[in-house]
């Protein structure tokens, strides 16, 4: 998983604050996922993006979240008005294509957010 | 939905004894991922298997999907104190051969390796 580099590594936000969790892809991949890894519970798909486009979002809470993957620079998971249940830890995955049967999916080391 | 289940939840091995972790789907897997987390950490790509029958190997870890590409085993030969931390299974939801990087995860099974 060297090369997905996610900052922060540990966020720590009080209930109301904004937590911006940011992501940099492997190095040619242009396909971004985001995960969310609850305790007791587990690691559940949030979003899919691709250069400026959101593919799917399924996973991801109606409200108060939102994910953006710009034309440049990193992709960035966006929680509004953090409330305690949003602590998670948060991984980035990206490959380097979709479409095709041998596509690796390689995961960030994650962004621990902790709301007080 | 595709649901994973893992077993055992939980492993404590002595070192250089073998070990297996099961994974079995409710549906046809089209792209079985194993990974593993250790504590804190990201998650480390091991292998993905596609084919029924399929077998990967690397170092003293291997992966088989069965025919029916319904269940999954990831066996370890004598185990080491490295091998410790949780194991993930995930299923691809692409289908009919399309890889989409959506994946559904099982609950994990902990490995622990007394020395």
């Known amino acids: 998983n060297a090369g997905v580099m996610q900052n922060p590594r540990h966020l720590v936000r009080r209930r109301g604050q904004e937590a911006r969790l940011r992501c940099s892809p492997m190095?040619?991949?242009?396909?971004v996922y985001w995960y969310r890894q609850l305790p007791e519970e587990g690691l559940k798909f949030m979003v899919y993006l691709q250069k400026e486009n959101i593919i799917d979002e399924s996973g991801m809470p109606k409200e108060r979240f939102s994910a953006e993957f710009p034309k440049e620079g990193p992709s960035i998971l966006r929680i509004q008005q953090v409330v305690r249940g949003d602590s998670a830890a948060y991984f980035c995955?990206?490959?380097?294509?979709?479409?095709?049967?041998?596509?690796?999916?390689?995961f960030g080391s994650g962004t621990q957010l902790s709301v007080l | 939905s595709q649901e994973l289940e893992q077993s055992p939840q939980s492993l404590i091995v002595q070192e250089g004894k073998n070990l297996t972790i099961n994974c079995t789907s409710s549906k046809t897997l089209y792209g079985l991922y194993w990974y593993k987390q250790k504590y804190g950490e990201g998650l480390i790509f091991l292998m993905m298997?596609?084919?029924?029958?399929e077998e990967k190997s690397h170092e003293k870890i291997t992966a088989k999907l069965d025919e029916k590409k319904q269940q999954s085993s990831l066996h370890i030969t004598a185990s080491q104190p490295s091998h410790a931390g949780i194991y993930l299974c995930?299923?691809?939801?692409?289908?009919?051969?399309?890889?989409?990087?959506?994946?559904?995860f099982g609950q994990g099974t902990i490995l622990t390796v007394h020395p």
């Open positions: 995955a990206s490959s380097h294509r979709t479409g095709l049967i041998n596509e690796k999916l390689f």
């Open positions: 995930g299923a691809d939801k692409g289908t009919g051969g399309t890889s989409y990087g959506k994946l559904t």
């Open positions: 298997l596609q084919k029924g029958g």
């Open positions: 190095k040619g991949h242009s396909h």
